[in-house]
């Protein structure tokens, strides 16, 4: 089991920072892969950057390229969401994500989300 703890969300007005932690416990040693998903109010479930847990290759969507970064602190087991030039539209429940073993596709591991608010 792995359990994932979200901080760092809250309301920041366009244009600026904000930077979200996602800190790991249990079996973190399973952990294969990290992500960072977002849901808006009434919009489905989307991923918004991931990170490899060993080789720290990332992808990101292409709404987000160049405002935020994906990093990992393998030592404290944290991966941290830094998100700069926000807009009104990046407002939702974000939650992180952990994929261990043998899952190939997909992420076994949720965190409870925390809300990030944009205000124009």
């Known amino acids: 089991q792995v359990q994932l703890v979200e901080s760092g969300g809250g309301v920041v007005q366009t244009g600026g920072s904000l930077t979200l932690s996602c800190a790991a416990s249990g079996r973190t040693f399973s952990i294969t892969n990290m992500a960072w998903f977002r849901q808006a109010p009434g919009k489905e479930r989307e991923l918004v950057t991931r990170i490899n847990w060993s080789g720290g290759s990332t992808y990101y969507t292409d709404s987000v390229k160049g405002r935020f970064t994906i990093s990992r602190d393998g030592a404290r087991d944290t991966v941290y969401l830094q998100m700069s030039s926000l807009k009104p539209e990046d407002t939702a429940v974000y939650y992180c994500?952990?994929?261990?073993?043998?899952?190939?596709?997909?992420?076994?591991?949720w965190g409870q989300g925390t809300q990030v608010t944009v205000s124009s």
């Open positions: 994500a952990a994929r261990t073993g043998v899952v190939i596709v997909g992420y076994n591991y």
